[in-house]
C-alpha cells in the first residue's frame, strides 16, 4: 500500500475508534450517574448514620486508589480491548449485586468492587486514545473522549431519578447493569483487537509507581489531580447544603450544578486543540487559579446568579485543566506506559475525593459552611503554586503520533 493511503488508512481507523471509545465510556459514565442520586437513599433506608453513609460512597475510590497503579501497568502490557470488556462485564454483576446486599457491610463491599471494576475501564480507554492519537491531535483526542465522559455523567443522575420515580429503585440497578452489557456488546463489534487499532502494549519498559512520582512532570500531574479532586470535592459535597440555608430552590440549585458539569463538558475538545498548540502547562495552571478564584468567592454569594456565574467560571477553569493535564499525561506515557501512568494519575484523583468529604466534613462541624469552600479554595491555590513550580521548565515534546505515523 502507497504511504499516502497508508496514512489515510491509520488516520481513519483512529478516527473510528475514537468514535467507539467516546460512545462507550459515554454510555458507561451515563450508567454510573444512574445511581448517584438513590445510593445516598438506598443507604440511610438501611438506618445507617451519616459517618457510614459517607464510608459507602467513599468505598468506590478507596479501591481505585489502592489498586490503579497496578491495573495500568496490567494493561500495558496485556492489551487495552480485553480489559474494557472485562470490566464492562464485571460492571454488568456488580449492578446486580447492589441489590443483594442488605447491610452496610455487604454495601462497603458492592462499592469496592464497583470501583475496581471501573478502573478497567475509563483510564484503559483514556490510554488507548492517547495510543492513537495522530500527530498534533493528541489533545483533541483526549477532549473528544473526556467529554463524552462528562456529558454522560452529567445525564445519568437525572435519568436515575426518572427511573427510581416511574419504575422504583430497583429498577435503576437493573438499568445500569443493561447498560454495561449493551456497551461491551459495542466495544466487542465496534472497537478492534489491539494488534489493529494502533495500542501499544509492551512486556517491559512500563514505569513503577516509585519511577512516575520520581519524574518532576508527572509528579506534577498526580498533585494537580489530587489537590484539584480534594478542593473542588468540596464543593460538590457541601454546596447543595449552602443552597438550601440560603434558601434556594431545589431546581434552581438542579440548574447550578447541570451548568458546572456540561461547561466542563463542553470545553474539552476545543482547550484539547489548543492545549495541541500550545505548552498546556499555561491552560492547566490557567484552570487552577480560575478554580481556585470561583470557590473562594462562593459562601460571599447568597443569590442564584452571582452563584450561577461563579459555577459557570468554575465549569469553564475546569475545563481547562482536564484536557491539559491530559496531553502531558499522554506526551509522557510514550516513554513510562500510557496505561501505568494515566491510572496513578487517576489513583491521585481517587485519593483527593476520599480526603475530601472528610476534611470537608471536619471544618464543616467545627467552623461552618463558608469555611469549607475556603478551605477548598486554599487547596487548589496551593496546588497551582506547587504544580507551576514543577513544571516551570516543561515543554512539549515533538509529537510524533503513534509508532508507524
Not at 448514620?49 to 464510608?55: A, K, L, M, S
Not at 457491610?105 to 464497583?114: F, G, P, S
Not at 480507554?125 to 491531535?137: E, N, S, T
Request: proline content about 5%; aromatic content about 10%.
Amino acid at each position: 500500500m502507497p504511504t499516502g493511503m497508508m496514512r489515510f488508512h491509520m488516520r481513519t481507523n483512529s478516527a473510528a475508534v475514537l468514535f467507539s471509545l467516546s460512545v462507550s465510556i459515554g454510555v458507561t459514565m451515563v450508567g454510573l450517574g444512574i445511581i448517584w442520586p438513590i445510593l445516598p437513599i438506598l443507604a440511610a433506608q438501611m438506618g445507617v448514620g451519616g459517618f457510614v453513609v459517607g464510608t459507602i460512597i467513599a468505598s468506590f475510590n478507596v479501591s481505585r486508589t489502592a489498586c490503579a497503579p497496578f491495573v495500568g501497568r496490567f494493561s500495558d502490557r496485556m492489551g487495552r480491548k480485553s480489559f474494557i470488556l472485562i470490566g464492562l462485564v464485571l460492571y454488568a454483576a456488580v449492578s446486580c449485586a447492589y441489590l443483594a446486599a442488605h447491610s452496610a457491610e455487604a454495601l462497603i463491599a458492592v462499592r469496592l468492587a464497583h470501583g475496581f471494576t471501573s478502573l478497567l475501564v475509563v483510564p484503559i480507554a483514556m490510554a488507548l486514545a492517547a495510543d492513537i492519537a495522530p500527530q498534533g491531535q493528541l489533545g483533541s483526542y483526549m477532549g473528544t473522549l473526556n467529554m463524552a465522559a462528562m456529558i454522560g455523567l452529567g445525564v445519568g443522575p437525572t435519568l436515575g431519578g426518572v427511573i427510581q420515580e416511574h419504575f422504583g429503585m430497583p429498577a435503576a440497578f437493573y438499568a445500569l447493569c443493561a447498560v454495561s452489557l449493551g456497551t461491551a456488546a459495542f466495544v466487542v463489534f465496534f472497537v478492534p483487537p489491539d494488534r489493529e487499532s494502533g495500542a501499544i502494549t509492551r512486556r517491559t519498559g512500563t514505569a513503577t509507581f516509585r519511577q512516575i512520582l520520581a519524574d518532576r512532570t508527572a509528579f506534577a500531574i498526580v498533585l494537580m489531580r489530587f489537590f484539584s479532586a480534594s478542593g473542588q470535592g468540596s464543593v460538590y459535597t457541601f454546596l447543595p447544603i449552602y443552597a438550601h440555608q440560603i434558601g434556594m430552590s431545589g431546581s434552581r440549585f438542579g440548574i447550578l450544578l447541570s451548568a458546572n458539569v456540561f461547561l466542563i463538558a463542553l470545553m474539552q475538545r476545543p482547550v484539547g486543540r489548543l492545549a495541541d498548540r500550545t505548552n498546556p502547562k499555561r491552560v492547566v495552571i490557567l484552570g487552577m487559579f480560575g478554580v481556585a478564584v470561583a470557590v473562594f468567592c462562593m459562601p460571599f454569594s447568597s443569590d442564584f446568579w452571582p452563584l450561577l456565574a461563579l459555577n459557570i467560571l468554575m465549569g469553564m477553569s475546569t475545563g481547562f485543566i482536564l484536557p491539559g493535564s491530559l496531553v502531558i499525561t499522554g506526551h509522557l506515557g510514550r516513554t513510562m506506559g500510557m496505561a501505568s501512568l494515566m491510572s496513578v494519575t487517576d489513583a491521585a484523583y481517587s485519593f483527593g475525593m476520599i480526603v475530601s468529604p472528610i476534611l470537608s466534613g471536619v471544618i464543616f462541624d467545627a467552623l461552618g459552611v463558608s469555611w469549607v469552600f475556603t478551605a477548598g479554595a486554599a487547596l487548589i491555590a496551593v496546588g497551582g503554586v506547587v504544580v507551576a513550580v514543577l513544571l516551570r521548565n516543561y515543554c512539549p515534546p515533538v509529537d510524533c503520533g503513534p509508532p508507524g505515523q
